[in-house]
């Protein structure tokens, strides 16, 4: 069974750091990426790395304080955030794509999802 578990949340003052994991299992994934969605708020694109781990993308609001990288022999995707801030308090959500080897930031392109860790900034 094809699975994405998220760990590494929690709750953070301003410009402290988390690292997020996201595990998969069940089957090998192309690009991955990570989403966030705040109370009241859509889910927002974060960052995104493509199968290889050679194309990135970031959301420019977290550019320059957020890192995405990914492990292929342990099959795991890793989000360092740094110099956090209280506007980045949201649910972190992993995703995959089955397919396609080039990341996206269109939450509608990935195929498989995480169920979601709290990450909470305060001020």
């Known amino acids: 069974q094809e699975q994405l578990v998220e760990s590494g949340g929690g709750l953070v003052q301003a410009g402290g750091s988390l690292r997020l994991s996201c595990a998969a299992s069940g089957r090998t994934f192309n690009a991955m990426g990570w989403f966030r969605q705040a109370s009241g708020k859509e889910r927002e694109f974060v960052a995104a790395?493509?199968?290889?781990?050679?194309?990135?993308y970031y959301a420019d609001s977290v550019k320059g304080r957020f890192t995405i990288s990914r492990d292929n022999a342990k099959n795991t995707v890793y989000l360092q955030m740094d110099s956090l801030e209280p506007v980045d308090t949201a649910v972190y959500y992993c995703?995959?794509?089955?397919?396609?080897?080039?990341?996206?930031?269109?939450?509608?392109?990935?195929?498989?999802w995480g169920q979601g860790t709290q990450v909470t900034v305060s001020s």
């Open positions: 995703a995959a794509r089955s397919r396609y080897y080039i990341p996206s930031t269109s939450p509608s392109d990935y195929d498989y």
């Open positions: 790395v493509s199968g290889g781990g050679r194309s990135i």
